[in-house]
C-alpha cells in the first residue's frame, strides 16, 4: 500500500469537569487527510481544501505534517516520504479539535504506510506534538479521544497514562458552533494558573462523579459533574451569550452543558436523540436572535476514532 485516505473526528475535550485530561470523540465534522508515499525522504504538503485559505503550507507549521516528520525522524528508512493532502471538513478554532483532527489522521494514516510499525502510543505521541503546534502547548484531551475513540481520560504525559472510560448507550451529545473564531493558544492565556483549594475539591469531587456516572449509566451524576471552575469562567467572556445559550440547553433538558475545548463550541448531554436535537435548536435560537450564525451537530459518542475511506 502506498496511498491512504483517513477521517479522523471531531473531539469535545474538558467535558466540564476536565480540564486538560478528558475529552470523547464524536461522528462528525472531522478531518480527512489522504497521503502517498514518496521514495525520496521529503514530506510535503500538496493542498489544503475548506480551509478558507488559512492554514500553513509550510511542514513545520501545520499540525498533519509536524506529527508525520516526528514520526519519520524516528523511523529507520529516511528515504521514506509523503505528500499529503488535507481536506479540512470542519471549522478551525472551533473548539472541536479541529488541529487535534488533522494531526491524528496524518499519523494515524502514515502509521498504517508503514505497516504498523510504530505502537499506539508512539502514535499518540506524534499526534500531541504535531497538535502542540497550533494550541502552544502540550495537552491530549482532543487528540487522544480522536485517536483511540470513545470517551478518554488523560492521567498523565511523559509516560502518557491514558484510560478508556465506559460510554453510556443512549448517551448523546448536542453541539452548538456560533461562528466565531478563538484561538486556543489565546484562550489558554485566560486560565488562571492556580486555584483556590476550595474550588480544586469541588473539581476532584466533579471528576470523580463524572466517571462514577459514566460507569453505572447514571445521567444524574453525569449532569451533576458537568461544572466547570476552571476554564468555563475564564472563557465565557469569549462566547456571545453564553450564560444564555447553556441555560436554554439546561432548560431543554440538558444533562449537563459546558463550553468545548477552548470554544467557542457549547456542547451538552442528552438522555436520546430525540432530545439531543432539541436541545440543539434551543441553543441555536439564542445565537439566531442575536444575528450570530452558528451550525449544529448532534451525536453520539464515536467509539472508533480514525477510518479509512476509499
Ligand atoms: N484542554 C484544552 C484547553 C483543549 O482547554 O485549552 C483545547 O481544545
Not at 162 to 178: A, E, H, R, T
Request: aromatic share 8%; with cysteine.
Amino acid at each position: 500500500m502506498n496511498k491512504i485516505k483517513v477521517f479522523a473526528p471531531a473531539t469535545i475535550s474538558n467535558v466540564g469537569c476536565g480540564f486538560d485530561t478528558i475529552g470523547f470523540a464524536i461522528h462528525e465534522p472531522g478531518d480527512i487527510v489522504e497521503l502517498s508515499l514518496r521514495n525520496d525522504g521529503i514530506v510535503k504538503i500538496k493542498k489544503i481544501t475548506g480551509d478558507g485559505g488559512v492554514l500553513p503550507y509550510d511542514i513545520k507549521k501545520n499540525t498533519a505534517s509536524v506529527g508525520i516528520l516526528e514520526m519519520l525522524k524516528n523511523y529507520k528508512d529516511k528515504t521514506i516520504g509523503v505528500n499529503i493532502e488535507i481536506r479540512k471538513k470542519m471549522p478551525i478554532g472551533s473548539g472541536l479539535g479541529s488541529s487535534a483532527a488533522s494531526s491524528v489522521a496524518a499519523v494515524y494514516g502514515m502509521n498504517k504506510l508503514l505497516n504498523n510499525y510504530f505502537p499506539e502510543n508512539e502514535i499518540l505521541n506524534f499526534a500531541i506534538k504535531g497538535e502542540s503546534i497550533a494550541s502552544g502547548a502540550i495537552h491530549a484531551d482532543n487528540v487522544a479521544p480522536s485517536l483511540l475513540g470513545g470517551f478518554v481520560l488523560i492521567r498523565d504525559y511523559n509516560p502518557n497514562d491514558i484510560i478508556k472510560l465506559p460510554v453510556p448507550q443512549n448517551l448523546y451529545c448536542s453541539v452548538l458552533f456560533p461562528h466565531i473564531v478563538i484561538e486556543t493558544k489565546k484562550a489558554r492565556k485566560l486560565i488562571k494558573k492556580q486555584i483556590p483549594l476550595k474550588k480544586a475539591r469541588k473539581h476532584f469531587g466533579n471528576i470523580g462523579t463524572l466517571v462514577s456516572g459514566l460507569y453505572e449509566n447514571d445521567f444524574s451524576k453525569i449532569k451533576r459533574s458537568i461544572e466547570d471552575e476552571i476554564s468555563e469562567p475564564a472563557r465565557a467572556v469569549l462566547i456571545p451569550n453564553f450564560y444564555d445559550i447553556k441555560n436554554a440547553a439546561l432548560n431543554e433538558g440538558a444533562y449537563g452543558c459546558s463550553i468545548s475545548g477552548s470554544g467557542p463550541s457549547i456542547f451538552a448531554f442528552a438522555k436520546s436523540k430525540v432530545s439531543a436535537e432539541k436541545i440543539a435548536l434551543a441553543m441555536k435560537k439564542i445565537t439566531d436572535q442575536a444575528n450570530i450564525k452558528s451550525t449544529i451537530y448532534v451525536s453520539k459518542v464515536n467509539s472508533q476514532g480514525p477510518k479509512i475511506i476509499n
